[in-house]
């Protein structure tokens, strides 16, 4: 089995470098009949801090936006035109409202898809990223040295010319090759990623 990824694995300042490292990790979840399934992560964005304005969290704390000001490693979960649940993993600190949207998982690109395929919505919305909520990581294989795309967000123009062009999804180039969002975008460029660091042994 691979290691679990604690839930302070993921507080970081950097959202955007953290968003790159979540690839190829595995995203696991335990189902209603207690089967795991595990899924490695393929497409991430990264959303940082009250100032980007692409981000739920420029509009200020929410009901709907309150677990993004949370701690580092839980999950905020919404839904977006009232169809798609989207996953995101809150990286802190507490009252720094940051998030990786996690995009795309092999055999489900799209975060409507990743959803949908695993049976993820809003029960999960402010639990912790750990076994005992039925949603964790997992640390994966190295991707160091594996060829990673970077583009800008997918749907963010709404936000400005200077938020809508930030760089900040991160897309595993097998997966590249079957989304549509990819096709459109511009620059691609070529990323080298370290992996999460390992946790110490107890």
């Known amino acids: 089995m691979s290691q679990i990824l604690s839930p302070t694995t993921f507080s970081s300042e950097d959202t ?3 968003a790159r490292r979540l690839l190829g990790c595995e995203l696991v979840m335990r189902d209603g009949e207690g089967q795991v399934i595990r899924r ?3 497409e991430t964005e990264a959303y940082h801090g009250p100032d980007d304005l692409a981000s739920h969290a420029s509009r200020g ?6 677990p993004m000001f949370g701690p580092a490693g839980h999950w905020y979960v919404y ?18 409202p940051a998030a990786i949207l996690i995009r795309g998982v092999a ?3 799209g975060p409507g898809k990743l959803t949908r395929s695993l049976g993820i919505d809003r029960r ?3 639990l912790a990223a750990q076994p005992d909520t039925g949603l964790w990581l997992e640390e994966g294989e190295a991707v160091s040295g594996i060829r990673i795309l970077e583009t800008t967000r997918v749907g963010v123009d709404y936000a400005g010319p200077v ?8 897309v595993l ?4 090759v079957r989304s549509p969002y990819t096709q459109r975008q511009s620059p691609l460029r070529g990323v080298q990623v370290a992996p999460l660091p390992r946790r110490k042994a107890k």
């Open 61 to 66: 704390r929410t009901p709907r936006n309150r």
């Open 124 to 126: 999960f919305n402010g």
């Open 107 to 109: 055999g489900a690109v």
């Open 163 to 170: 938020w809508a062009a930030k760089p900040w999804r991160f």
């Open 16 to 18: 955007v470098a953290l």
């Open 40 to 42: 490695t992560i393929v």
């Open 173 to 176: 180039v097998s997966a590249a």
């Open 79 to 96: 839904l977006c035109y009232g169809i798609h649940e989207m996953l995101n993993l809150v990286t802190g600190p507490r009252d720094f």
